[in-house]
């Protein structure tokens, strides 16, 4: 253990340009009726945080370390925040649409949403731009549709997303408009968005927090991925100073696991044009406060101690994860995090004791652009300035207010959660209402 920590406290230094940016999300599920339990709504919430990293050390006392709670206040008017409302269990449209087809075209909308459109691009634009670097868009030509995406069919395919049952033949879906008929269905649609598979967990009776909790995630890194395209078009100065941090691991998991390598390849091209223009480019990091990294650092505190008000880095390379953190998984020999993660984690104790499982975006276009993925994506020396810049972050914006927190990632989850009571009961009440207020065949 001794061996593989690295003293990085003289890679600290006091930030002085750019901006944070924090994220966060939060579900809720709401039943229409008392009576009828089955019967849901969900709700999703994303919050954004920015902070002006010059604002925020001047708010900072710098004998004292406290932070001025007044200028918290103005810090947190510049946050935003997106609530988006999901059919659930039960539900259904004037035009008798099931359930899960009911979902699967509110997720199609919310990516062609307005409120989610910046530099005139929406989420829907950034979506095709994954799928490109996924390889997943084919090109039928003017006559044959244009560009597009295939849902696989015959013995090697996956079931039609409108119906469940089995594709006989692969199915074309234009990227414009974005759908296609569904081929047994009769006015179905099967949508470009199905290539997330969110609508997968749905059941039609009982609770889909798992679904959206799936789509929530799958979201939260995709409009990570908007924000970082669409800002780099207008104005690469703002990305070439930015630094986001995003509550949890880089990684995507569930049906929409595959899109993390779109991101993975997105992050590194901004990266690398920003570099040509001298600038440091987007330092991209999630941090969990909690996991089995976090756990493992508390067991070996005693060895953590030796160093008193230093800061110390571990990479989590997967021989060691394997052995000491997750041995359950000692047999596996693939990557760690192979179909889901487009980060590296980094063990953190920073000068005042405080313990972070840190996730920085790989410096790579793909886990094939390197000859031993395994063996580079821990070296580091393939970072450049990112891990230094990721451990002066933590160490400014760590808090003694919670546990193991930083004050952005707070803000944002606290613009994020849904409380129980009152936010809750209050999506209850207002769901009951709009819902009496619906036509009969729009109810139940």
């Not at 009982?206 to 929530?216: A, I, P, T, V």
């Not at 990305?239 to 880089?250: A, E, Q, S, W, Y």
């Amino acid at each position: 253990m001794e061996e593989r920590l690295v003293d990085a406290t003289s890679w600290v230094r006091a930030l002085d340009q750019g901006c944070i940016l924090a994220t966060d999300g939060s579900t809720y599920e709401a039943a229409v009726e008392a009576r009828f339990p089955s019967v849901r709504v969900g709700f999703l919430k994303l919050s954004q945080v920015i902070i002006d990293i010059r604002d925020y050390r001047r708010l900072r006392d710098e004998r004292t370390g406290f932070v001025d709670p007044v200028q918290i206040a103005k810090i947190q008017r510049q946050s935003s925040s997106s609530a988006l409302a999901l059919p659930g269990a039960g539900l259904t449209d004037s035009a008798s649409t099931p359930a899960r087809s009911f979902l699967r075209r509110r997720v199609f909308e919310v990516f062609q949403a307005p409120s989610l459109s910046l530099g005139g691009q929406t989420l829907y634009d950034t979506f095709c731009d994954l799928l490109e670097r996924m390889g997943r868009v084919v090109n039928r030509g003017p006559s044959g549709g244009g560009r597009g995406i295939l849902f696989k069919g015959g013995a090697a395919g996956r079931p039609c997303p409108a119906t469940g049952d089995p594709l006989v033949t692969d199915l074309f879906v234009p990227l414009d408009p974005g759908w296609a008929p569904a081929p047994t269905e009769a006015g179905g649609r099967v949508y470009a968005t199905d290539a997330l598979r969110v609508y997968e967990p749905f059941v039609d009776e009982g609770s889909n927090l798992e679904c959206y909790n799936r789509f929530m995630t799958a979201l939260e890194h995709i409009l990570l991925a908007h924000l970082l395209r669409c800002v780099h078009q207008t104005d690469p100065t703002v990305t070439g100073n930015l630094h986001i941090i995003v509550d949890g691991p880089l990684a995507i998991f569930g049906q929409a696991a595959s899109f993390h390598r779109g991101i993975m390849d997105l992050v590194h091209e901004v990266k690398a044009d920003c570099l040509k223009r001298n600038l440091p480019g987007p330092l991209v990091m999630g941090v969990s406060k909690t996991g089995k990294v976090v756990e493992h650092a508390q067991l070996i505190e005693h060895v953590l101690a030796r160093h008193p008000k230093r800061t110390l880095m571990m990479p989590v390379d997967d021989i060691y994860r394997y052995q000491m953190i997750e041995p359950a998984a000692f047999q596996k020999t693939g990557n760690f995090g192979d179909e889901t993660y487009y980060g590296q984690n980094f063990l953190v104790r920073t000068s005042q004791n405080k313990v972070f499982d840190a996730c920085v975006a790989y410096p790579f276009s793909s886990k094939g652009a390197a000859a031993n993925f395994t063996t580079e994506k821990v070296r580091i020396e393939n970072y450049g300035d990112d891990l230094a810049r990721m451990v002066s972050v933590i160490e400014m914006m760590q808090t003694d207010l919670y546990e193991n927190a930083l004050i952005a990632v707070h803000l944002a989850h606290k613009y994020a959660s849904i409380a129980h009571s009152p936010g809750g009961r209050t999506l209850d009440s207002f769901v009951r209402a709009v819902v009496k207020q619906a036509p009969l065949g729009a109810r139940v």
